[in-house]
């Protein structure tokens, strides 16, 4: 059953602007491991995942590590698990999910016969009845084939079947690029270092694109062979690797684009005078429904942080928190509570 938000004070809607400034999630890839809070792997070849590819994928570090600050992706001509190729796929299915915003990453990918990196977005609802797809939508920001000197983006949905819009642009993968997603109510916006290739419209769910308006989650993948890239031959480099930088969701300003874990629903109320101005310090309640990852932070009128009251997992119960105002000047600040799927922001106005 789904679950209700009960508001408990009143809430002021935010006008957002096309300003991707509030940072929602990100992996910087600075840890000495890979973050488990973050993304889960998986493991196996299932039939060539629906692409004959060739490869096994594992989550041994001789396929996916952390070094120098990258997230390194690489593919080795080895026999394991009955195939002739190993590699790495990653996603944050089930720990990371996002409705809207801006999604982008910085990536250095491989080039060889049969090589194919990918940056892509999968719909959470995938699994929902068996094989949902293309019914959950996806979106692959960076697709790219062999020896080509072309970037593939491609968005996948289901009007009475299968449909698909793509293109592609001139690009050198060897080298470090940002790969970005710019997704709202209206519209989905592809770009290669903030240049717009490709746009499709979600408007009103228009040719059936409903799914794009449900949480997506992020995957990170370098595939070995398969229907489209073909299968490597003796040019093919081994071992070769796929560079991540980072993966960066931001929202827009206030924070549209929701952070997800299992944590659906919260109860989130500020104890203060009402209407606005509000007391100096200042008690925020909130109740979780289950374990989850929680951010609180107060925001400017711009939407930018100007205080994090709370960044951590936290179990199912009720909490409250503190923020003094009393070192702030008086203006427009929204406080903004995200737990799992949930996102909800509260205007404030402090008079001095």
Same mark, same amino acid.
């Given at each position: 059953?789904?679950?209700?938000?009960?508001?408990?004070?009143?809430?002021?809607?935010?006008?957002?602007?096309?300003?991707?400034?509030?940072?929602?999630?990100?992996?910087?890839?600075?840890?000495?491991t890979?973050?488990?809070?973050?993304w889960?792997f998986?493991?196996?070849n299932?039939?060539?995942?629906?692409?004959?590819?060739?490869?096994?994928?594992?989550?041994?570090?001789?396929n996916?590590?952390?070094?120098?600050g990258?997230?390194?992706?690489?593919?080795?001509?080895?026999?394991?698990?009955?195939?002739?190729?190993?590699?790495?796929?990653?996603?944050?299915?089930?720990?990371?999910?996002?409705?809207?915003?801006?999604?982008?990453?910085?990536?250095?990918?491989? #080039? !060889?016969?049969?090589?194919?990196? +990918?940056?892509?977005? &999968?719909?959470? *609802?995938?699994?929902?009845?068996g094989?949902?797809?293309p019914?959950?939508?996806?979106?692959?920001?960076?697709e790219?084939?062999?020896?080509?000197?072309?970037?593939?983006?491609t968005?996948?949905?289901?009007?009475?079947?299968?449909?698909?819009?793509g293109?592609?642009?001139?690009c050198?993968?060897?080298?470090?690029?940002?790969?970005?997603?710019?997704?709202?109510e209206?519209?989905?916006?592809?770009?290669?270092?903030?240049?717009k290739?490709?746009?499709?419209s979600?408007?009103?769910?228009?040719s059936?694109?409903?799914e794009?308006?449900?949480?997506?989650?992020?995957?990170?993948?370098?595939?070995?062979?398969g229907?489209?890239?073909?299968?490597?031959?003796a040019?093919?480099?081994?071992?070769?690797?796929?560079?991540?930088d980072?993966?960066?969701?931001?929202?827009?300003?206030?924070?549209?684009?929701? #952070? !997800?874990?299992?944590?659906n629903s +919260?109860?989130?109320? &500020?104890?203060? *005078?009402?209407?606005n101005?509000?007391?100096?310090?200042?008690?925020?309640?909130?109740?979780?429904?289950?374990?989850?990852?929680?951010?609180?932070?107060?925001?400017?009128?711009?939407?930018?942080?100007?205080?994090s009251?709370?960044?951590?997992?936290?179990?199912?119960?009720?909490?409250?928190?503190?923020?003094?105002?009393?070192?702030?000047?008086?203006?427009?600040?929204?406080c903004?509570?995200?737990?799992?799927s949930?996102?909800?922001?509260?205007k404030?106005?402090?008079?001095?």
């Amino acid at each position: 059953m789904k679950k209700h938000l009960v508001i408990l004070f009143l809430l002021y809607g935010i006008q957002s602007q096309a300003q991707y400034t509030n940072l929602v999630w990100s992996d910087e890839f600075n840890d000495a491991t890979i973050n488990k809070k973050n993304w889960v792997f998986e493991t196996g070849n299932n039939n060539g995942w629906g692409n004959s590819e060739l490869e096994y994928y594992t989550n041994r570090p001789e396929n996916a590590c952390i070094n120098n600050g990258n997230l390194q992706i690489i593919a080795k001509k080895e026999s394991y698990g009955g195939k002739s190729y190993t590699s790495a796929r990653m996603k944050t299915q089930g720990l990371q999910n996002f409705t809207y915003g801006k999604i982008e990453a910085r990536i250095k990918a491989p #080039v !060889g016969q049969g090589m194919w990196p +990918a940056f892509w977005m &999968l719909g959470k *609802n995938i699994n929902d009845s068996g094989w949902n797809w293309p019914k959950c939508g996806e979106i692959d920001i960076l697709e790219h084939i062999d020896n080509s000197k072309y970037l593939n983006g491609t968005i996948h949905w289901d009007n009475n079947g299968h449909v698909s819009n793509g293109t592609t642009i001139l690009c050198d993968v060897t080298k470090f690029h940002v790969y970005g997603l710019e997704w709202d109510e209206n519209s989905i916006k592809l770009f290669l270092d903030g240049t717009k290739y490709l746009e499709q419209s979600i408007a009103n769910n228009v040719s059936s694109t409903d799914e794009f308006h449900l949480p997506f989650f992020i995957l990170l993948n370098l595939a070995v062979g398969g229907s489209w890239p073909g299968n490597p031959d003796a040019t093919t480099q081994f071992p070769d690797t796929m560079f991540v930088d980072y993966v960066r969701v931001y929202g827009l300003n206030t924070g549209i684009g929701s #952070v !997800g874990s299992e944590c659906n629903s +919260a109860n989130f109320s &500020l104890s203060q *005078n009402y209407p606005n101005p509000f007391n100096l310090s200042t008690t925020i309640s909130f109740n979780l429904p289950s374990k989850s990852y929680v951010s609180l932070k107060v925001l400017d009128y711009i939407g930018k942080e100007v205080a994090s009251i709370e960044s951590n997992e936290l179990r199912a119960g009720n909490y409250t928190r503190q923020w003094d105002a009393s070192g702030f000047p008086g203006g427009i600040y929204f406080c903004r509570l995200q737990a799992g799927s949930f996102t909800e922001t509260k205007k404030l106005i402090l008079l001095k």
